[in-house]
């Protein structure tokens, strides 16, 4: 039996999906954040803030921000004084991300290219890892969450944005409505790729319900696992430690 994985709503080959989503990316990653505006209302920029506050960063310490290649949550981090590395699959993204902290002068980022099942980071490197808007996205969700609790140090936190299902009924209609008819036609406006943003929306559908993702999380070996919906779950901050 083939082995598959969900690109959309399309099943393909499993080792075909991390360069199909890299070339997703690699399309739209100059007006990634004005899509993310676009679709939003802005909105993503309070979530990030949200997630940060939760995440507590501080001083000196190290964490991972995976998937972060256009700089987002690891510049609201490195504030802090976290000695932040920004890693993606996708080299563009990332480029994007070098270019934004050059023009702002922000020094002491480092930037490396991860694929989140297959870190080359050794074991016990970080004191956090944080990953937004990128995990669904992955092939085998078990192993990037084993890839994150193996990274991080005893009493080393993980922390996930991810969109999910909203439990608000009028609310998930209206959004689903939304997001299937005008989100890919925003994606062909704005970035001229209607199909890569079609992709976006369709891999939302796909990812697990915000329960079925926590326990990933506790299987993977995190505990005291949290989840914190927000606006019914269309968006989920997912927490746990490494014992």
Not at 71 to 84: E, L, S, Y
Not at 104 to 113: A, V
Not at 133 to 141: K, L
Not at 208 to 231: D, H, N, S, W
């Amino acid at each position: 039996m083939n082995d598959t994985a969900s690109f959309g709503y399309k099943d393909v080959p499993a080792d075909e999906k991390a360069s199909m989503v890299r070339s997703v990316f690699s399309g739209v990653a100059s007006r990634y954040d004005l899509m993310n505006d676009a679709m939003s209302g802005g909105a993503h920029r309070l979530w990030k803030d949200q997630f940060v506050r939760r995440v507590k960063p501080r001083a000196g310490e190290a964490i991972l921000d995976m998937a972060g290649g256009t700089g987002d949550i690891a510049f609201r981090m490195h504030k802090a004084g976290a000695h932040v590395t920004v890693s993606d699959i996708n080299p563009e993204m990332l480029a994007v991300g070098q270019e934004r902290a050059e023009k702002r002068k922000l020094e002491g980022l480092s930037w490396s290219e991860q694929n989140a099942e297959e870190l080359t980071f050794a074991d016990r490197s970080f004191d956090a890892y944080t990953i937004a808007f990128g995990i669904r996205n992955v092939t085998y969700i078990d192993k990037a969450l084993a890839e994150a609790h193996r990274v991080l140090k005893f009493g080393g936190r993980f922390y996930c944005l991810e969109f999910s299902t909203t439990t608000w009924p009028g609310f998930a209609n209206v959004y689903d409505a939304y997001s299937h008819r005008l989100v890919p036609k925003l994606g062909k406006l704005l970035a001229k790729d209607e199909e890569s943003y079609r992709y976006l929306i369709e891999s939302i559908r796909r990812f697990p319900p915000m329960p079925e993702f926590e326990r990933m999380i506790r299987a993977a070996g995190f505990t005291q696992t949290k989840v914190e919906p927000i606006l019914g779950g269309l968006v989920a901050i997912h927490s746990g430690w490494k014992a």
